[in-house]
């Protein structure tokens, strides 16, 4: 047992094997080394399949790291010609300019990689499977008994039992099926194989935090295990949903107060005809988007390879971050977002915090066993063992952040019966406010709302983290 002043919480900033604390000027750089390059040209992949990069962090904490150019936007005319034109065409721009650094890598692609294409190809054969786990099953075992593990449908408060095998699924989720990729460049399977490659480090990497600190682990295992924990942010119905209605709240915001003039002007710039039919069938497109009628949303395969672009950045920023594991009575519940972003004083708990923001970020490892990942200096006391109290306010924060199911043993009944407010939208939009330095433009902040918006506010869990 580690004392006070000497934790045993694992972080690249503590003394620990030479290759963890190699200095902060090294850290990203000893990070890229030991993190697999395989994977990254995977990612690289999927990238493409996505059509651009990933929205930078807007104020308030919104998920996601972006980098990296992007694509001209798309004239206002095609949008309102065509709804899709929006996506089709940054697709496209994005892909001539990805599919180009690529033939530049061709000649040197690791064979790993290679093998990699090649199982993602083989997956497609035969009868595929369709059915695709937003949590992985490896994880999901933690919490079984004789084969079973309880699943609540946190909003409705449905509860049932079944095998982790058959928990949290849901068809084509990960499918990169589409018409404008080519299969034999990226593989409909491929992030799927990805998946079970990464699912498999984060399986080892978890076997070893159940009898070990993290200082203690081996440091590749644990830069392996950042991806994991990356793509457990980026992989779920969360991340998903706030992409899909991103485009359409971008949209709105730009073209929202477009008068029929502005229509019939940005028509002709782009040699278009703009006779009043023209402009008329332009309003209506637009006004259908502005109502809601029409929600413009990337493709699928866009949102996979969005959700594998940010993977990489979202597991980094966990490095940062000091890391312990505790224990627990052994009622420790987990959900299908299970790395919880817990703000803690100076954040609001209405809204959700980032993920290089958050006080502490909590990822359940088993029912007896918690990981905990603190900004540098937040926590006084790691007491190794959390009480019955204490684990029960972090169950109420990790049903709370569930998208849709929580999990736990099939003989336990805290999902079903500790009750949280319904889930909030995927985002918010506040504005406009105005522009301190430039009176002529407007400024709106868009932030994730936690369960907790329209409700009492509890306190911050585990109390003597914070003083």
């Known amino acids: 047992m580690s004392s006070r002043h000497e934790p045993a919480g694992w972080s690249p900033r503590r003394p620990g094997p030479p290759e963890a604390r190699q200095g902060q000027g090294a850290r990203w750089s000893t990070r890229r080394a030991e993190r697999p390059g395989p994977l990254a040209l995977g990612c690289y992949a999927l990238a493409v399949a996505g059509g651009e990069t990933c929205p930078t962090p807007l104020p308030g904490g919104r998920l996601g790291f972006g980098g990296g150019e992007r694509p001209a936007p798309l004239s206002c005319l095609e949008a309102l010609s065509d709804p899709t034109a929006i996506l089709d065409a940054r697709y496209r721009a994005s892909r001539r300019t990805c599919m180009s650094r690529r033939r530049d890598r061709r000649k040197r692609l690791p064979p790993e990689f290679v093998a990699m294409m090649e199982r993602a190809k083989r997956n497609e054969l035969g009868s595929p499977a369709r059915k695709h786990h937003l949590v992985p099953a490896s994880y999901l075992r933690g919490w079984s008994d004789r084969g079973q593990i309880r699943v609540t449908v946190v909003d409705e408060v449905r509860t049932w039992i079944t095998s982790p095998e058959k928990a949290a699924r849901e068809t084509d989720f990960y ?6 990729l080519d299969p034999e460049k990226v593989p409909p399977l491929l992030f799927e194989t ?5 699912e498999g480090w984060g399986r080892s990497a978890i076997d070893e935090l159940l009898i070990k600190q993290p200082s203690q682990v081996d440091p590749k295992l644990m830069a392996k295990f950042t991806w994991f924990l990356g793509f457990q942010l980026s992989r779920g119905n969360a991340f998903r949903e706030e992409n899909k209605l991103l485009e359409s709240e971008i949209f709105r915001l730009k073209h929202e107060g477009m008068t029929d003039e502005g229509i019939r002007g940005r028509l002709e710039e782009q040699g278009y005809p703009n006779d009043p039919k023209s402009v008329a069938r332009a309003r209506k497109g637009l006004d259908a988007i502005l109502r809601g009628d029409v929600i413009l949303a990337p493709q699928r395969a866009a949102l996979v390879g969005r959700a594998a672009e940010v993977a990489d950045e979202l597991g980094g920023h966990l490095l940062q971050r000091e890391w312990f594991v505790h224990e627990t009575p052994g009622v420790l519940v987990t959900c299908d977002e299970p790395l919880i972003r817990i703000g803690g004083p100076g954040n609001l708990r209405e809204e959700r915090a980032g ?9 359940p490892l088993s029912p007896r066993k918690l990981l905990s990942m603190a900004l540098p200096g937040i926590r006084t006391d790691l007491t ?3 009480d019955e109290a204490e684990t029960a306010e972090l169950n109420r924060e990790i049903i709370a952040a569930s998208s849709r199911w929580a999990f736990e043993r099939p003989s336990k009944h805290v999902t079903e019966r500790m009750r949280v407010p319904l889930a909030p939208p995927p985002f918010v939009t506040e504005g406009p406010i105005p522009h301190l330095s430039e009176p002529n433009r407007e400024v709106y902040r868009n932030y994730s709302p936690t369960r907790w918006t329209e409700a009492p506010l509890p306190p911050w869990p585990v109390q003597r983290w914070w003083r």
């Open 384 to 386: 190794p063992r959390l």
């Open 355 to 363: 993920i290089a923001s958050a006080g502490v970020i909590i990822f």
């Open 194 to 198: 990805m998946l079970s490659e990464v």
């Open 175 to 180: 499918s990169l099926k589409s018409d404008d």
